[in-house]
Nanobody, 115 residues
Framework: QVQLVESGGGLVQPGGSLRLSCAAS????????MGWFRQSPGKQRELVAN???????NYGGFVKGRFTISRDNAKNTVYLQMNSLNPEDTAVYYC?????????WGQGTQVTVSS
């Protein structure tokens, strides 16, 4: 079992920045992928960004260079730096991990972009 704990969400003005963190604990051996999804009301959950065990990264098409995913292996933590936020980025952001084909999810953290 893998446990994921997110932090860093909140309210930010348009054009602002936030940094999300996701700490993994438990049986973290051979976690293949870690990353972030988001879901806003009435929409499907969508990929924001992920990082593969070899270090390669993937981003959702809407990111357009505004977000950066990174990881600290010593802390078993993945970060999502989000810049140039706009109201369309308002959503619940979920940390995700895949270990040997099994998906794990965090509880979600709310990000609200509003003036």
């Amino acid at each position: 079992q893998v446990q994921l704990v997110e932090s860093g969400g909140g309210l930010v003005q348009p054009g602002g920045s936030l940094r999300l963190s996701c700490a993994a604990s438990g049986s973290i051996f051979r976690i293949n992928v870690m990353g972030w999804f988001r879901q806003s009301p009435g929409k499907q959950r969508e990929l924001v960004a992920n990082i593969i065990s070899g270090g390669s990264t993937n981003y959702g098409g809407f990111v357009k260079g505004r977000f950066t995913i990174s990881r600290d292996n010593a802390k078993n933590t993945v970060y999502l730096q989000m810049n140039s936020l706009n109201p369309e980025d308002t959503a619940v952001y979920y940390c995700h991990a895949n270990q040997n084909g099994v998906n794990y999810w965090g509880q979600g953290t709310q990000v609200t972009v509003s003036s």
